[in-house]
């Protein structure tokens, strides 16, 4: 019993150390020079949140985010000029933690209280996400975490809440909603096996009602949401924006993709469709996560128009199963090695950002480019390839560590 108490205190303490690292590594980043684009658009949302209310906010301004113009709200009531700019690139900050502590007690499922803390050192020591959020400005741990907790809910067959978070997904940013694929899928594998048709109802009224949660108050409807999202795509016709993915690979980052979209889009729907196969055999949680993170794969790595930040959801999918496996888990350090090099390539190509003439000479070389793309596609097809293994799926646990009970 003594025993028990003592790992538990042990396991508090160093999550609450982790939790505090995090912290304190993402509040120190948030002073370095970020996107000067993002640095004007967002401090413009918040200030006309404060000015004109969620109603009055899109008859003078627009955003495909709908869902995160009411964490930047608060923040132009309170804040204006250097200081709200500030605010702005902290946003990200409470949703890392958060994603800290869900891949947490994800990973229990998978190992023991001990081990399960290698997923939360993962994603919050994870340079990648510090350089995509604090620093660059983005907030894309806010869709992250809706992304994560979907595939939870709906591995745990909590189906309404599942649609709810997979609509707000969607309108946190619209990458993020195609956790609504494995969540509709499992859905409909489940209502036609038990034929039980409130297995859809509740999933859809869950979305429904979250996604008007949202968009009621700022006048906005599903016709002109998803207008704005189809003229966003168009904003920026290239290869690929900085990420390095298939396109990286021939010629150079933003030129212009012409006809080459089209083969992008193809490319994208036999991807996203491939990756959804695993779970005709099963929907655990396992799968579940392993589909997550193949989603996330294909948008990044197939279409056209992708920008360097679009892998962000994969790195705290995949913590609690690099937990669970020690192949995996190297799989991960590769990936967040070429995603923090991709990232620290746009933040000097796009950015003030610097880490000195040489270095920033040496990152963006052509070469370099071309060298990040082939380590990250590898690594990608990789780690698809182990996660597809069964006897991987388990996960192989050190002696001694007993995985949580369901």
């Keep these: 019993m003594k025993s028990g108490r003592s790992q538990t205190v042990v396991v508090v303490l160093a999550l609450a150390a982790l939790l505090a690292a995090g912290l304190w590594l993402r509040v120190a980043s948030v002073n370095l020079p970020g996107h ?3 640095s004007v658009v967002m401090p413009r949302w918040a200030e006309n949140m404060a000015r004109y209310g969620p109603w009055g906010f899109y008859q003078h301004d627009g955003a495909i985010y709908p869902a995160l113009l009411y ?10 000029g250097a200081d709200l700019a500030r605010a702005i690139k902290g946003v990200s900050i409470p949703f890392d933690l958060a994603i800290g502590l869900v891949s947490y007690f994800v990973a229990r499922r998978f190992v023991g209280p001990v081990r399960a803390l290698i997923a939360p050192a993962l994603y919050l020591l994870n340079p990648a996400v510090i350089l995509s959020g604090p620093v660059w400005g983005q907030v894309d741990a806010a869709g992250t975490l809706a992304y994560l907790l979907a595939l939870v809910a709906i591995a745990g067959r909590r189906f309404f809440a599942a649609g709810a978070l997979a609509a707000v997904a969607l309108l946190m940013k619209p990458q993020f909603g195609l956790v609504i694929l494995p969540v509709a899928t ?8 038990r034929r039980d048709w409130r297995l859809l109802a509740t999933t859809l009224i869950g979305g429904i009602l979250a996604f008007l949660a949202v968009t009621l108050p700022l006048a906005l409807n599903p016709i002109s949401y998803f207008g704005k999202v189809v003229e966003a795509g168009g904003y920026q016709e290239s290869t690929t924006a900085n990420a390095a993915n298939i396109w990286a690979l021939f010629g150079d980052y933003d030129q212009p993709d012409g006809r080459l979209v089209y083969a992008g889009a193809v490319l994208l729907l036999l991807g996203l469709v491939a990756s959804l196969l695993p779970l005709r055999r099963r929907t655990d949680l396992h799968t579940i996560l392993a589909v997550g993170l193949f989603v996330a794969f294909a948008f990044y790595f197939l279409p056209t128009r992708v920008h360097e930040r679009y892998l962000f959801p994969a790195m705290a999918v995949l913590a609690p199963l690099a937990t669970a496996n020690w192949r995996v888990f190297g799989g991960y350090l590769f990936l967040t090695a070429g995603f923090t090099a991709s990232m620290l390539f746009a933040l000097i190509d796009e950015t003030p950002f610097s880490l000195g003439p040489a270095m920033d000479q040496f990152i963006t070389q052509p070469t370099g480019r071309i060298w990040i793309a082939l380590a990250m596609i590898a690594t990608a097809v990789t780690l698809v390839l182990l996660l597809l293994r069964p006897d991987i799926r388990a996960g ?5 560590d007993q995985a949580a009970p369901p």
């Design 36 to 38: 000067y684009g993002d």
């Design 71 to 80: 964490a930047y709200w608060p923040l132009g009531v309170l804040f204006d």
């Design 186 to 193: 499992v859905a409909v594998l489940l209502w036609w096996a």
């Design 396 to 400: 192989p646990m050190v002696e001694g």
